[in-house]
């Protein structure tokens, strides 16, 4: 059975008609409308244009933002104009096919579990490194909702008491201090203190700021500037851990995003940190920390593997 899985993101809405192995039958892309209506007028062409080429059974669309328990009522999503949006009965209504509706965290974590980093594992918490960081707990197989649908928003457990502000209108966030945002400001905070940010600081020169791309090039290259700033974000987001070891016990940290291209570089450093954390009981069992192995596809594929389910 073929479903189709639709991520809007923050760019670009990826749609993609997948099968029951998780494999991508087909994918297109487009820009993604500032406009609530535009935006939904382009969702429901892309499934109509998904569904006309393949026999597809169920629909299931991907956003960041809080959904209700029963998924079918976006409460509040940071980058679009929906506040109580009644989304899945407005697009069931349009696409006349059932449609299912997944924080698009929730949705990547859950292909990780079932077709990529997460396999065999029954108990896994999913970290999406990112803009900001997006979380997903899988909780004895299942996704965790909690009690009112908006569970695992794992980016804004608090990290510092009176941190900086963050975007959810709190301060603190772990987000604030975890995300591919924080690496480049931690790069530049390596940068002006001299000593070991000489690289970075001829990198911000030439390109007029610290990029992603020419933190992962100096990371690569082993340069001691890179792998500090590195290894501060790594601690925070590995101390945070611990204390998701306690909450919630997983076997597994799976870490995603773009700042998980870094892989073992970022890994080491938050283990370490992660260890460190963890309830110093003896014997306590310590969790694996995995890079994710969907990158890209990871939100496509899980809803629409979501919406089989639901089915
Ligand atoms: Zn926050």
């Known amino acids: 059975m073929l479903t189709v899985g639709i991520d809007i993101g923050g760019t670009k809405i990826a749609g993609g008609v997948v ?9 297109e892309r487009v820009d993604t409308p500032i406009d609530a209506r535009a935006l939904e007028d382009a969702v429901v062409g892309m499934i109509a244009r998904l569904r006309s080429a393949h026999d597809v059974a169920h629909v299931g669309v991907a956003a960041a933002g809080f959904i209700d328990r029963d998924r079918s009522l976006v409460y509040h999503a ?15 209504a349009r696409v006349g096919v059932d449609v299912t509706i997944e924080n698009d965290a929730n949705a990547a974590g859950w292909a990780e579990y079932r077709f990529g980093a997460g396999r065999g594992v029954h108990d896994m918490v ?3 490194m990112g803009t900001g960081v997006g979380g997903a ?35 603190g966030c772990i987000e604030m201090y975890a995300s591919g945002r924080a690496l480049q400001r931690a790069a530049n905070e390596v940068a002006d203190a001299g000593n070991t940010g000489a690289a970075l600081a001829e990198a911000r020169a030439e390109e007029g700021s610290i990029s992603g791309a020419a933190i992962s090039r100096l990371v690569m290259a082993g340069d001691p500037g890179a792998l500090e700033a590195l290894a501060t974000v790594a601690t925070a987001l590995g101390e945070t851990c611990g204390g998701f070891q306690a909450t ?20 080491a450093p938050m283990r370490a940190a992660y260890r460190a954390s963890v309830p110093a009981y003896d014997q306590h069992p310590h969790a694996e920390f995995k890079i994710a192995q969907l990158v890209n596809d990871a939100g496509v594929i899980g809803v629409a593997d979501l919406a089989r389910t639901a089915a």
């Open 137 to 171: 707990v899988i909780a004895n197989g299942a996704l965790y909702r909690g009690g009112f649908g908006a569970a695992a928003e794992l980016g804004h457990v608090r990290f510092q008491r009176g941190g900086l502000a963050c975007g959810c209108g709190q301060n």
């Open 78 to 92: 940071p980058n679009i104009d929906w506040r109580n949006e009644p989304l899945r009965e407005r697009l069931e």
């Open 19 to 27: 099968d029951e192995q998780g494999s991508v039958v087909s994918m």
């Open 248 to 267: 919630l016990d997983p076997e597994l940290f799976v870490i995603g995003g773009g700042v998980a291209q870094l892989g073992d570089a970022l890994l």
């Open 126 to 128: 999913m970290l999406t």
